[in-house]
C-alpha cells in the first residue's frame, strides 16, 4: 500500500474525514495550549498560529495527516509514504523508527517552493503599501464629520470586492435590500473591509454618490497605523513554543513553522488596521447603539471583534452567518470558549433559518438567534408551477480540484442518453485560466457551459449535481432534486444539513450508488413530493426578508 498525501484514493478520503472529525477538539485544546504560552498580545491573537481557518492556517489538515498515517502503519501493510512537509518528514520517520515498522518515506520538495516563499513576502509587503497608499488618499474629513453627528449608530461590517461594482453601479452581496426595508435609515452605516485594489476610487466615487451611508477604516487611521500595520508581523519572529502535544505527536515544530508563514504573507496588515480602527472609533466619540460583523471567524472578523470588545465593551454585536455551507469543513465558522474569552465573538450569532438555530453547534455557548436571508430571499419569489424538467444543472464550487472531479465523474457516469441535457455552472470566484479552460471544453464537448447566474438556471432545472457550494441547498429550495458528488478532497464538504431528509438529495462516491441516486430522484422522481418538500425547507431554512423581520434584527 502506498500512502501519497496529496493524491489519496476515495476509500483514504473517508477514513482521513473520519479522523479529521476525531481530531477537531483536540486541535481546540492545542490552540488553548498554545494560547497560554504567549504573552496574549494583540499581535499573537491576530496572527495565524490561533486560527481555524484552513484558508490561512492548515495546521490541523497536517496533524490529521499524522494520524492518518498513524493509522495506515499500525492497521495496513503500508510500503511507501509519500510527504510534501519537512516537518511531517521528521516526525513519521521518528515514529517508523520508534515502532520498528518496515515502511519507507518519500519527502518531496523543491527550491522552487522557497523562491516562491520569498517572492510572495516581496509581492505582499508591496501590495499592502499600495493598499496604504489607495486608502490614504481616498480619507474624507466629510464622511467622519457625518458619522460623528449621528447618536446611536447602527455599524454594519461588510465587504466590498470587485464583483460588486460594474459599471458606475453597485449591488449589495451580503445585506441586499436591508436598507431599503430599515426604518432610522440615517442611524445606519456600513463598515467595509474594502478589497478592490486599483478599483478601490471608482467604488468609493459611485457609493458617495448614492443615499446609502458608509464611513471607512482609513476614514479614521493615521499614517503611523499603517506603518505599524504594515512591519508588525515581524513581531511575531520572537515567538516560539515548546512541549505541545497532539495526541501522541510534539507538533511544536509544526507550530513554529507556522509562525513563520506569518512573516512571509505579512498576515497582520488587515486584521490590525480592523483592530486600530475600532480605538479610533472611540477616540473621535463616535456612539454606536449595535455592531453587525458579517462572521465567518476569520482572523479580519478577530480583528474588528476585540477592537470592539476592548473600546465599546457595553454595545451590543450580532455576527450574522448568511450562508449555508458544510459545518464539517467550515467548523472554524463555529466559535469556541477561547475565542469567546478573548473577546473575538459577537454577543449573539445570527442564522437565516429557524432550523438552523436547532442545529448549532458551537464550542462557546454564544446564543443562536434567527435573521433574514438577505442574499436568498429571491428563493421565496419562485414559480409555482410544477414540471418534468430536463436539465441537468451541475454547479462546480469553488474549488479547482474538488471542481474538476465533478466534471470527470459526471462524464465517466451520467447515461450517454443524458449528456445533451447538462449544462455546466461554475462558481464566479472560480478561476478558470484559459489553458485549464479550453482542456476541459475539449475534454467535455459534449456539455454546454453557462455563464449565466445560477437564479437563472435553477428555474429550468430538473437535478442539480454538485458538492460544496451553497447552491446545493437553493436548489432544494426550489424543489429540485440533488445528489452531493464526494470526492476531490479528503474532508466531507457536503453543504446540506442532515435534518433535511433525504427524499430530494442523496449523497454517493461511486459509480453504482450515483445511478441509483440518479434514478430515483431523477428518471423516478416524484414532482408534487420534491414540491412540498421544498416549501418546508424554504419556511425552515430560509427566514423571509420584509419590514418586519429587517428592523427586527437591527432592533429598530
Known amino acids: 500500500m502506498i500512502v501519497d498525501l496529496n493524491k489519496l484514493t476515495n476509500d483514504q478520503n473517508i477514513l482521513f474525514d473520519k479522523l479529521f472529525n476525531d481530531s477537531k477538539l483536540e486541535y481546540i485544546g492545542l490552540i488553548d495550549n498554545i494560547y497560554e504560552q504567549s504573552d496574549k498580545s494583540i499581535y499573537f491573537l491576530l496572527s495565524s498560529v490561533t486560527s481555524r481557518d484552513f484558508h490561512l492556517n492548515d495546521t490541523l489538515i497536517k496533524l490529521t495527516q499524522l494520524c492518518f498515517v498513524k493509522f495506515c502503519l499500525l492497521n495496513y501493510s503500508v510500503n511507501k509514504i509519500i510527504v510534501y512537509d519537512k516537518n511531517q518528514n521528521t516526525i513519521i520517520k521518528s515514529f517508523i523508527q520508534k515502532h520498528n515498522i518496515d515502511a519507507k518515506v518519500l519527502f518531496i520538495s523543491s527550491y522552487k517552493d522557497q523562491i516562491i516563499n520569498i517572492l510572495k513576502f516581496v509581492y505582499i509587503f508591496i501590495n499592502n503599501l499600495i493598499t496604504a497608499t489607495y486608502y490614504i488618499r481616498e480619507k474624507s474629513q466629510s464622511r467622519l464629520n457625518k458619522i460623528k453627528e449621528k447618536k446611536e449608530i447602527i455599524m454594519i461590517n461588510t465587504y466590498f470586492i470587485p464583483s460588486m461594482f460594474v459599471g458606475n453601479g453597485y449591488k449589495d452581496r451580503y445585506y441586499p435590500n436591508l436598507f431599503n426595508l430599515a426604518n432610522k435609515k440615517d442611524n445606519i452605516f456600513f463598515n467595509p473591509t474594502c478589497l478592490l485594489g486599483k478599483k478601490l476610487p471608482n467604488a468609493i466615487k459611485t457609493c458617495d454618490e448614492s443615499n446609502i451611508n458608509y464611513v471607512y477604516n482609513f476614514d479614521l487611521l493615521k499614517i503611523s497605523d499603517y506603518l505599524l500595520a504594515l512591519f508588525s508581523s515581524i513581531i511575531l519572529i520572537k515567538y ?7 495526541f501522541d505527536f510534539d507538533p511544536t515544530s509544526i507550530i513554529n513553522t507556522e509562525i513563520k508563514k506569518n512573516i512571509i504573507r505579512h498576515s497582520l496588515f488587515i486584521p490590525l488596521l480592523n483592530y486600530i480602527y475600532m480605538q479610533r472609533l472611540k477616540e473621535q466619540g463616535i456612539d454606536i447603539k449595535l455592531f453587525i460583523d458579517w462572521f465567518e471567524n476569520q482572523q479580519l472578523n478577530r480583528g474588528f471583534n476585540i477592537g470592539r470588545s476592548e473600546n465599546y465593551p457595553n454595545v451590543k454585536s450580532k455576527g450574522y452567518q448568511g450562508w449555508i455551507v458544510s459545518k464539517n469543513y467550515y467548523y472554524y465558522h463555529q466559535p469556541t470558549k477561547f475565542e469567546k474569552d478573548i473577546g473575538s465573538i459577537p454577543d449573539e450569532i445570527a442564522v437565516i433559518g429557524k432550523e438552523l438555530v436547532k442545529s448549532a453547534t458551537n464550542y462557546s455557548g454564544t446564543q443562536t438567534i434567527v435573521s433574514p436571508a438577505f442574499r436568498y430571499d429571491y428563493v421565496h419569489d419562485q414559480l409555482k408551477e410544477i414540471a418534468d424538467k430536463k436539465l441537468i444543472l451541475v454547479t462546480l464550487p469553488a474549488s479547482f480540484v474538488v471542481a474538476k472531479y465533478i466534471l470527470k465523474f459526471c462524464y465517466d457516469n451520467l447515461p450517454n442518453n443524458h449528456h445533451s441535457n447538462v449544462v455546466i455552472n461554475y462558481h464566479p470566484v472560480l478561476k478558470l485560466g484559459p489553458r485549464n479552460y479550453i482542456s476541459i471544453l475539449k475534454k467535455y464537448g459534449d456539455y454546454e457551459f453557462s455563464d449565466k447566474s445560477f437564479s437563472e438556471l435553477i428555474i429550468n432545472a430538473g437535478l442539480v449535481i454538485s458538492n460544496v457550494s451553497s447552491a446545493c441547498i437553493e436548489s432544494l429550495a426550489f424543489g429540485v432534486p440533488v445528489i452531493i458528488l464526494q470526492g476531490g478532497s479528503p ?15 442523496d449523497e454517493c462516491d461511486n459509480n453504482v450508488d450515483f445511478y441509483n441516486a440518479f434514478k430515483r430522484l431523477f428518471i423516478e422522481k416524484n414532482i408534487l413530493a420534491q414540491s412540498e418538500a421544498a416549501k418546508l425547507i424554504r419556511k425552515e431554512y430560509f ?13 429598530l
Open 491 to 505: 474532508i466531507n464538504q457536503n453543504p446540506i444539513p442532515n435534518t433535511i431528509d433525504k427524499n430530494m438529495w
Open 543 to 555: 427566514e423571509p426578508v420584509n419590514t418586519k423581520s429587517v428592523n427586527d434584527f437591527l432592533e
Open 240 to 246: 516560539r513554543f515548546n512541549n505541545l502535544s497532539f
